[in-house]
């Protein structure tokens, strides 16, 4: 009994590791939105979006909540 108390008892989870999965998923997406804007661009055509900005940003955000998330994956708050 004494080992499933400790498998039911693992604490919570840090902040972080919720910031990390909310900067990934976010990346993820904005940086696919430059990759669909690269293959296929708009009509209006701007200076930002021949430096492709969302696709640099996007893999910005997304590297840095892969940093969190597997930086506190395995940690936990009591």
Same mark, same amino acid.
Do not use: K
């Given at each position: 009994?004494? /080992? ?11 902040? =972080?590791?919720?910031? /990390?999965?909310?900067?990934? %998923?976010? /990346?993820?997406? %904005?940086?696919? +939105? ?9 009509? +209006? ?7 492709? +900005?969302?696709? =640099?940003? /996007? ?20």
């Amino acid at each position: 009994m004494n /080992g499933v108390e400790n498998t039911e008892r693992r604490g919570m989870r840090p902040i =972080w590791f919720f910031v /990390g999965c909310l900067l990934a %998923v976010i /990346g993820f997406i %904005v940086a696919g +939105t430059g990759i669909y804007n690269w293959v296929s661009p708009p009509q +209006t055509r701007t200076r930002l979006l021949e430096l492709h +900005t969302d696709l =640099w940003w /996007g893999l910005v955000i997304l590297f840095f909540g892969l940093v969190l998330f597997f930086a506190n994956r395995n940690s936990s708050v009591e």
